[in-house]
């Protein structure tokens, strides 16, 4: 399973979820669905969250049972 923290890069970067949305082309409910883990965003997708939250993607997302390096 892809876990990610979307949220609290986007909390950081004080980003609505409009905001990231816009800035990655989808809609405020994909952010949404992203966040709770319902839904597993493609590479393009994952790359534009990425680049909107000024971060590398591993910094965003990774696979469960994966050690966080940074944790």
């Not at 790359?47 to 994966?66: P, Q, S």
Request: with cysteine; proline share 1%; aromatic share 6%.
């Amino acid at each position: 399973m892809l876990k990610n923290r979307v949220k609290e890069l986007r909390a950081r970067r004080s980003l609505t979820q409009i905001e990231l949305a816009k800035q990655a082309g989808v809609t405020r409910q994909t952010i949404g669905f992203i966040e709770k883990g319902e839904f597993s965003p493609s590479i393009t997708l994952s790359l534009r969250l990425a680049k909107a939250l000024e971060c590398d993607i591993n910094e965003i997302f990774w696979l469960e049972g994966e050690e966080d390096d940074e944790g």
